[in-house]
């Protein structure tokens, strides 16, 4: 049973089962959870709310948690033997895009036009697929590409033949491509996975394998036209399934994330962004079916407006320059326009799309938004997103393995929630 008590009352330990507010008002995604701590009790009351509900039947006398106390046990890796940096870290600059001056990079441009004219045209023909979706004896009715560097070559020869997945094959270097125009083909190699009997994969991580797969096609199809209706019903769906198959297993590891990828796809991003979030607050204990699908919603869309960012800055395969990356990350706003064309988007997910890059510091963008002003749902995209950007390498740059996109994370925890990026280090250890 509820009981309605003034927020002075509250305590560490109690479960708090509603706010006397609009969720608007509130600084919080649920209004459902066990208080573990001063600081959520402190939120509220900056909030201007004077009630609360709580049952008193689910209250425990579970102790708060230190959160900044208990990250400071973890033995992160110094920046400076990750990145080779003595100073502080910028990280959309010297991580993800690796800004830079554009006499440096015409200086040391390894590439030239005619190479990037060529790649730019030829790289929105193809699509990137997980090498793992492909299942070793098996048998596949359309060619393969691999992307190595500007490169995209035939992987084997195709000749209307059936095509056998070897180890061979599997263990080519870098990324595995198809022809956009095979893309039928390829769903159709997806249903077959269904009706595998794999001694090594099981049912569940197949199913999960094919709705990643398929939701990263149904995303690149969105990205193209981003004002459909229909596609992002498409969308909706996927999204659907996944919540549920993530609120039934509550894992990362059941085939639902891309780890195969050697360069950046916007589609696999924005796929990879919204497992990791409904990860996130699963393990935050969020559990309203429609707060976590609002959320995989906002991870899911919240790049949409890379779909508007030219193709020679978005896959340039060097360093941006300071106008480059201006243009780069005008892609919030561009986004949340292009949100605006769809009125039934959960408002939680245009907080995630908006508030991305947004920093608990107030130095991020594209508002300059500080702790107290970020939504919670745009805090958790925030951490999933550099978290994948981290771990996804580029042309000029490998990608950081766990620990270490965790521990770059560290390096500069004012601009991220502390609470989060400790649960997101829990999830991760799981």
């Known amino acids: 049973m509820k009981q309605k008590i003034s927020v002075d009352e509250l305590k560490v330990g109690m479960f708090l089962e509603d706010i006397d507010a609009s969720w608007k008002q509130t600084p919080f995604l649920v ?3 066990l208080i573990k701590s001063d600081e959520q009790i402190r939120k509220i009351k900056t909030a201007g709310i004077t009630h609360v509900f709580i049952d008193p039947s689910k209250t425990t006398a579970k102790i708060s948690v230190n959160v900044s106390e208990e990250i400071d046990k973890i033995n992160f890796i110094k920046k400076e033997a990750i990145l080779n940096v003595s100073g502080p870290v910028e990280m959309e600059e010297a991580v993800l895009f690796q800004k830079e001056a554009a006499a440096d990079v015409a200086a040391e441009l390894p590439y030239t036009k005619e190479d990037l004219d060529k790649y730019y045209n030829a790289i929105n023909k193809f699509s990137h697929i997980d090498k793992t979706t492909l299942v070793k004896d098996t048998y596949i009715k359309f060619p393969l590409y691999v992307k190595k560097s500007l490169e995209i070559v035939p992987l084997i020869a195709f000749n209307n033949k059936d095509l056998l997945i070897t180890d061979e094959l599997l263990n080519t270097e870098g990324d595995f491509l198809i022809d956009r125009n095979d893309k039928n083909k ?18 569940e991580v197949l199913r999960n394998i094919v709705l990643r797969e398929e939701s990263k096609m149904l995303m690149e199809e969105f990205l193209m036209d981003p004002r459909s ?12 399934m996944i919540t549920n198959s993530m609120r039934e297993n509550n894992s990362l590891t059941n085939g639902l994330f891309t780890i195969n990828k050697s360069d950046y796809y916007t589609y696999t991003h924005c796929i990879n962004v919204s497992v990791l979030a409904v990860g996130i607050a699963l393990n935050l204990g969020i559990d ?17 407006g890379k ?9 340039k395969p060097t360093k941006l320059t300071d106008d480059e990356f201006k243009i780069m990350k005008a892609h919030v706003v561009l986004g949340q326009k292009l949100l605006s064309f769809h009125k039934d988007i959960p408002a939680n997910t245009v907080y995630a799309l908006s508030e991305h890059h947004e920093k608990m510091t107030g130095k ?17 995209v925030t951490m999933a997103d550099v978290y994948d950007a981290l771990t996804t390498a580029r042309p000029y740059k490998k990608a950081l393995g766990t620990f270490e996109a965790l521990s770059i994370v560290r390096s500069q925890l004012e601009d991220y929630d502390k609470e989060i990026f400790f649960n997101f280090v829990k999830m991760l250890g799981k």
């Open 31 to 33: 209004h459902r959870f």
């Open 229 to 240: 209706g229909e596609k992002i019903k498409g969308c909706r769906r996927n999204i659907e």
């Open 288 to 304: 309203k079916e429609d707060e976590i699908f609002a959320l995989a919603m906002g991870g899911m869309l919240h790049d949409i």
């Open 364 to 380: 991020g963008y594209p508002n300059g938004l500080r702790a107290a002003d970020i939504h919670f749902a745009g805090k958790v």
């Open 307 to 315: 779909s508007k960012i030219p193709n020679s800055i978005l896959n």
């Open 186 to 203: 390829y769903q159709g190699y997806l249903q077959e996975l269904l009706d595998l009997v794999s001694p090594s994969v099981s049912k």
